[in-house]
């Protein structure tokens, strides 16, 4: 008895997936539940498990395949014994030698994912990248996995024979890399441009004084770490302060829906993650009822499940209002693009020092850009301005956020 492999429901609007890589090869025994292969939907990496104990008889999606819901992956055999390759039969011709390996070669190349920036960062710094352990995911190697290398001491090598340079010019096979877009990363590009043709999409700025903000955090970050067991961050406050400006301004929080405008009486705020296959955008539910300690351990925990490729469908939809953090890149200012349907989004950028005129002195303060796109179909010009006048009062009065006013 055979069991098939197929592929699973993989949530609303997505139908179809890529073979990303197989963890299992024809042969090998496998155990009920256990990951056998994973998909990249333009939303997540997702797993797919056994739904039988035996052994892969058959594969019939390679990696690199499109495959829709319900499709056949592969075949689960019955039994615990490997299956064995076909005997050859006396018409076939005797198996040709394999070439012998360099005992310093490294092993199980083809079995190595190497991240581009990785492969990048290995060329610069003349490193094989294969022979670097991988921590990302399946044992990907990383740009931080080669940053953290150090390469075995090894005898000086003879000096290079001069090379006589040809006439003309000269041509390089590996002065480029052709790197098939992931899903993922397709979709997001999708995604950026229907923004940037379908809204009437506006930036507007203004600059935040953070001295009382950093001054609360550091008088209570230790007292709230310890009561709560996470550590206060600055994301809670500007969730915090989004959620006033969306509850005087409703309009931010609204979406077009073909000839109709929806306004969203609640509150689930987009948090964009960086992760080594893209941007992704976890959603916070019902972050007006949430208080501090519940937003950032929610922030913390869907962060870390976006890089480990771990969020389901549901976590990366539904959101009204998406906040992004360039500044923890070292941003000074930049005019984010909308996360469509949403008509809003805020930019955070880094925090520095500037000399600025408080009370008709010259004070050095603290200070970080604020960028609010929205859609100008949705949002008036009025509602923009005051929506980030009132996100920067809640950050530089921060018991605003406290008394709710």
Known sequence: MSTQIVVPPMGESVSEATVAKWLKKVGDAVKLDEP?????TDKVTLEVNASAAGVISEIKAQQGSNVGVG????????GGAAVSAPTASATT???????????????????????????KQAEDRGLNPYEIPGTGKG??????????YTAPATAPAAAPRPVAQASGPRLRADREERVRMTRLRQRIAERLKEAQ???????????????NIMALRNQHKD??????????????????????ALKELPAVNAEIDGEDLVYKNYYDIGVAVGTPQGLVVPVVRDTDVLNFADIEKKIGDLGKRARDGKLSMDELTGGTFTITNGGIYGSLMSTPILNPPQSGILGMHA???????????????????LALSYDHRVIDGREAVTFLVRVKECIENPERLLLGV
């Open 71 to 78: 499709a056949v992956l592969g075949v689960i055999a019955e």
């Open 93 to 119: 011709a005797a198996p040709v030698e394999a070439p012998k390996v360099a005992a310093n070669a490294p092993a199980a190349t083809a079995e190595v994912t190497v991240m581009p920036a990785a492969r």
């Open 223 to 244: 007292s709230f770490e310890k009561k709560y067991g996470v550590k206060l961050g600055f994301m809670s406050f500007f969730v915090k302060a989004c959620v006033q």
């Open 197 to 211: 043709n379908t809204a009437a999409m506006l930036t507007t700025f203004n600059e935040v004084d953070m001295t």
């Open 351 to 369: 925090i520095k020092e500037r000399a600025v005129a408080v009370n008709g002195k010259v004070e050095v303060r603290p200070m970080m850009y």
């Open 36 to 40: 056998l292969v994973e998909l990249e």
């Open 139 to 148: 044992g990907r190697v990383t740009k931080e996995d080669v940053l953290g």
